[in-house]
T-cell receptor
Framework: GNSVTQMEGPVTLSEEAFLTINCTYTATGYPSLFWYVQYPGEGLQLLLKATKADDKGSNKGFEATYRKETTSFHLEKGSVQVSDSAVYFCALSDQGGSYIPTFGRGTSLIVHP | SAVISQKPSRDICQRGTSLTIQCQVDSQVTMMFWYRQQPGQSLTLIATANQGSEATYESGFVIDKFPISRPNLTFSTLTVSNMSPEDSSIYLC???????????????FGPGTRLTVT
């Protein structure tokens, strides 16, 4: 079956530091890959996505590249801000299946001024 | 895009009681989803609700414990019945993003209902 593995959190950084949150997946077929973000007290919202190998999704300074050879979709940002403090979820959707996404466990990011 | 609201936003309930959570969408959608998010955990899909048919429950979730209604294309309710402290979680509803294959798998989420059972 499908699965998503994320690095354990919390990830604690100082403002303007470089961020990487690792995500690897297992899936049959050719899934679409997503990063969702959940700010405190809110629901999840889509941050970025990639639908095929070598695609790069980007939004709000965050980037992730769909790497089929390493089955990875790591989230990166060059300079984090305090306002980026949130929980980040990696997810996949199997295009040949029901489209209902499979989520990782989430990684909490804490950015200090 | 879709805007989703949930009521209540949070509640504290006594064990043995039931709570009904409402989910309202600002546009008509075919499928609505209910998730549970336990503290420090990922999202677990409870069930998928289509208008005009019985909800489809995931393994480990049953209709007697989590009855769902879907009376129209913009509204759904989830009831958490005979609650115990283990039911303390955030409950989220979501809808699919429409737009064909490029949007497949994308979802819009409500803000969640934070439930504490004492």
């Amino acid at each position: 079956g499908n699965s998503v593995t994320q690095m354990e959190g919390p990830v604690t950084l100082s403002e303007e530091a470089f961020l990487t949150i690792n995500c690897t997946y297992t899936a049959t077929g050719y899934p679409s890959l997503f990063w969702y973000v959940q700010y405190p007290g809110e629901g999840l919202q889509l941050l970025l996505k990639a639908t095929k190998a070598d695609d790069k999704g980007s939004n709000k300074g965050f980037e992730a590249t769909y790497r089929k050879e390493t089955t990875s979709f790591h989230l990166e940002k060059g300079s984090v801000q305090v306002s980026d403090s949130a929980v980040y979820f990696c997810a996949l959707s199997d295009q040949g299946g029901s489209y209902i996404p499979t989520f990782g466990r989430g990684t909490s990011l804490i950015v200090h001024p | 895009s879709a805007v989703i609201s949930q009521k209540p936003s949070r509640d504290i309930c006594q064990r043995g009681t039931s709570l009904t959570i409402q989910c309202q969408v600002d546009s008509q959608v075919t499928m609505m989803f209910w998730y549970r998010q336990q503290p420090g955990q990922s999202l677990t899909l409870i069930a998928t609700a289509n208008q005009g048919s019985e909800a489809t429950y995931e393994s480990g979730f049953v209709i007697d414990k989590f009855p769902i209604s879907r009376p129209n294309l913009t509204f759904s309710t989830l009831t958490v019945s005979n609650m115990s402290p283990e039911d303390s979680s955030i409950y989220l509803c979501s809808v699919e993003v429409t737009g064909g294959a490029p949007s497949a798998g994308e979802q819009y989420f409500g803000p969640g209902t934070r439930l504490t059972v004492t």
